[in-house]
């Protein structure tokens, strides 16, 4: 009997007894909210790769990181754990903890994944965004596909050189000097060097993106592909948010991929938690609304504007367009209109804006089309009710604003 398949990316995988992907989940990919443009996420991404490219520049002014944000979801468990020390009996590569396509390939659980083979073809410093796959509960602040943002930066021994002021062993003579603080095979020198860069990034980082006021505190973790190990947490609201994990790279993770001679550091970020904090974005789901309730308010944001999301109703949209013809005796501004349907249609007006526009080529008149979308916060709106509205607008703007009607 032939074996079935999963499809992915144009590529088949032989499903076996680790095959747990659904349809939904596999209906994600693609999707690439990272990289649409007017996406909050996109916004977001943006600002960090501004960071990079500002703060770390090379000798003629050029940026130093290079950004990976199109490579595919699909890695094999080599990459994601294997190449990471990620040890065999870890939860994470449970079948109830990741998305697997089949014993060999998965859905990566975490950009991180990437690391091992960026390094191995000679990249020093590198950001990758991507989606990321994890059997997760559904809740305002967890779904199974989320973005990351995932950093590396290696140094060669020249250049922690220049940063320390003398010359520095990047290694210790005693390799079996290993501790809380640092992995044996490094100097303490060393090892401190990269670990204050570390951290000074990732905080000038934070300070840059939420503001120098924000309140920020480190905690130490353990990753299996880091030591040390730590945790950036911000105050935001009063609470304190995970924002980010990180630490200096295991020696061997940099040995296997052929830069053993070298020492770096590494962090990965939640994209989502992160936006929401930014944005005020209350429903992790929210990312993925199609709803223009939800993307128009970040579709003329500047990537550097900050703004307050407001939330929108559950309840379904009820869409009239309205089309006219200019005065020809008095100037008419599209903001007189607006504010019109702002007073005649008051809360029920989620959105106006024009649609078209037009030249009579004989008389000269010029019409405008106008979308107006109703909603209302507490209940579905009838068609009755929305025309009534629509009817006050249009009379109003006829004798107001001295349009004619088409
Ligand atoms: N991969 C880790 C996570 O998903 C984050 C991380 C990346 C931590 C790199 C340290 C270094 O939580």
């Known amino acids: 009997a032939a074996s079935k398949s999963v499809f992915v990316d144009g590529k088949s995988y032989s499903e076996d007894e680790y095959t747990n992907v659904t349809p939904k989940i596999l209906s994600f990919i693609g999707t690439n909210n990272h990289n649409r443009c007017g996406h909050p996420l996109n916004l977001f991404k943006q600002r960090l790769i501004e960071f990079f490219y500002n703060h770390f520049r090379g000798r003629t002014g050029n940026p ?12 094999t468990t080599n990459e994601n754990f294997d190449s990471l020390l990620v040890p065999k009996n870890h939860p994470s590569r449970n079948k109830t903890d990741s998305y697997y396509l089949n014993k060999t390939h998965m859905l990566r659980a975490h950009c991180t994944a990437h690391q091992s083979e960026l390094i191995k073809m000679g990249l020093d410093n590198f950001v990758v965004f991507g989606d990321v796959y994890r059997r997760d509960e559904i809740d305002t602040t967890h779904y199974p596909v989320f973005h990351q943002a995932d950093g ?35 100097s303490k020198e060393a090892n401190e060097i990269v670990t204050v860069h570390l951290k000074k990034t990732l905080v000038t980082m934070i300070k840059n993106i939420f503001g120098e006021e924000i309140e920020y505190r480190w905690i130490s973790e353990y990753f299996p592909f880091t030591h040390p190990s730590f945790e950036l947490e911000i105050n935001y609201n009063g609470q304190w948010i995970e924002a980010l994990g990180c630490g200096v790279i295991r020696h061997e993770i940099l040995k296997n991929a052929g830069a053993g001679n070298r020492i770096g550091w590494a962090f990965g970020l939640g994209l989502e938690r992160l936006a929401m904090s930014f944005y005020s974005i209350p429903d992790i789901r929210l990312f993925w609304s199609k709803d ?12 550097d504007g900050r703004m307050k999301y407001k939330p929108i109703s559950i309840y379904p949209q009820c869409i009239n367009d309205i089309s006219f013809w200019l005065p020809k005796e008095k100037p008419f501004c599209s903001n007189d209109f607006y504010e019109l349907v702002g007073n005649y249609g008051g809360q029920l007006v989620e959105q106006v804006k024009l649609i078209d526009q ?24 009838n068609q009755a009710e929305v025309n009534e509205v629509h009817k006050l607008i249009e009379t109003n703007a006829t004798q107001i604003l001295g349009v004619k009607l088409r």
């Open 292 to 303: 223009s309730g939800f993307l128009n308010q970040f579709q003329n944001l500047p990537k």
């Open 152 to 186: 590396v930066h290696i140094f060669t021994p020249n250049e922690l050189e220049l940063i320390y002021g003398t010359n520095v062993n990047v290694f210790d003579d005693d390799k079996n000097n290993s501790n809380n603080e640092k992995q044996g095979v490094y």
């Open 64 to 75: 130093i990181f290079s950004i990976y944000d199109k490579i595919s979801p699909v890695v």
């Open 358 to 381: 037009f030249k009579h080529p004989k008389t000269g008149n010029v019409s405008h089309c106008y979308r107006i979308v109703y909603r209302h916060l507490e209940k579905t709106l």
